[in-house]
């Protein structure tokens, strides 16, 4: 049998050894020949191509497309079920690292862990101060999270183990969540006000987008921090930018920002108060390897039976 040949960019060495010889990877491209076209029979979805109608057009012989990640804000997922080409992505596998991000991230800013390590290394350290760097103290704080799925039960799994008293806003109350993790509904204009730390934790859809700007922002105490760990269109980046400079909020932890990777010169990126990580938060050895894995099965699974182990629905 001759390989089965997938469109897919940037696919790392484990990515390729695991997919093995039976399948033949080519370069993403919006514009194939039509003779490039047609031997395509899926597309791999890593590191978040675009994904739309047009798209899936230029490929007559599409029979999946199997997503590298657990978010498809970058897929359209409708278009892809208006023409029966299922979509699969890989959930659960990633909630554990994603949790520990979040709390990597608070923790470094609300402790100063990255503008202590500058200062740690550099001339001006000469001596201990105990009147430098004193941070906000995380243990038996409040912490807000904004959609408590799958990731942000176990951020809340985790923040019991800091005594924080915890918040959720979704749209929907957990009762079963309430009752295994303490966690507390409210709205989020009341979450808002009360969270020391405001984690935020859904998927990006018409709802989410531009969820967080001036007015959430001031809604928020001058001593909370923000985490974004959902997508960067969930919070407006102006008005953050705003908001971090005049001190509205005390500080930012970002995985993900708007647009990703910010211009380099983006004033944001010269604020002391933010911490930002290069959408890190699966990115551990264990995860990534069965996030291939899932992709991979659940490409087989696509381009033989059409029953995906993980399938995104409209
Ligand atoms: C996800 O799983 O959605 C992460 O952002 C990586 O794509």
């Known amino acids: 049998m001759p390989p089965a040949v997938v469109m897919g960019d940037g696919l790392p060495p484990l990515f390729l050894e695991l997919l093995g010889p039976d399948v033949e990877v080519v370069p993403w491209t919006t514009e194939p020949s039509s003779a490039d076209a047609r031997r395509i029979v899926a597309l791999i979805t890593y590191g978040h191509p675009r994904v739309d109608g047009p798209l899936l057009d230029r490929f007559p ?3 999946v497309v199997t997503n590298h990640g657990v978010g498809v804000d970058h897929i359209d997922v409708a278009a892809c079920a208006a023409r ?3 979509v699969g992505n890989t959930p659960g596998c990633l909630d554990a690292s994603t949790a520990d991000m ?3 991230l ?3 800013v609300a402790r100063n862990v990255v503008v202590g390590d500058h200062f740690a290394r550099g001339p001006e350290f000469t001596h201990y101060d105990p009147a430098m760097w004193i941070g906000s103290e995380v243990s038996g704080s409040t912490l807000g ?3 408590l799925g799958r990731i942000g039960r176990q951020v809340a799994q985790r923040a019991r183990g800091f005594d924080m008293r915890i918040l959720y806003h979704n ?3 957990d009762t079963a969540a309430e009752r295994e993790l303490g966690v507390v509904w409210c709205s989020l204009d009341e979450l808002l006000a009360q969270g020391d730390f405001v984690s935020l934790h859904c998927p990006l859809t018409p709802q989410t987008t531009g969820l967080i700007g001036q007015p959430q922002l001031r809604r928020m105490k001058p001593s909370a921090f923000l985490i974004n760990m959902a997508r960067g269109p969930v919070v407006q980046t102006e008005a953050l930018l705003v908001a971090l400079r005049e001190r509205w909020i005390a500080g930012a932890g970002l ?3 708007d647009p990703e990777p910010l211009p380099r010169n983006h004033p944001l990126l010269g604020l002391d108060n933010l911490v930002i990580a290069p959408h890190l938060g699966s990115a551990s050895n264990r995860t990534r390897r069965r ?3 899932m992709s991979i099965e659940n490409l087989w699974a696509g381009l033989t039976t059409g029953q995906l182990s993980w399938s995104v629905q409209p």
């Open 255 to 257: 995985d993900v920002t």
């Open 106 to 108: 608070l923790l470094a």
């Open 84 to 86: 029966r080409i299922p």
């Open 171 to 173: 749209r929907h109350r």
């Open 102 to 104: 979040t709390f990597a």
């Open 61 to 63: 012989n599409l029979k």
């Open 145 to 147: 999270i904004v959609g």
């Open 291 to 293: 996030m291939i894995e």
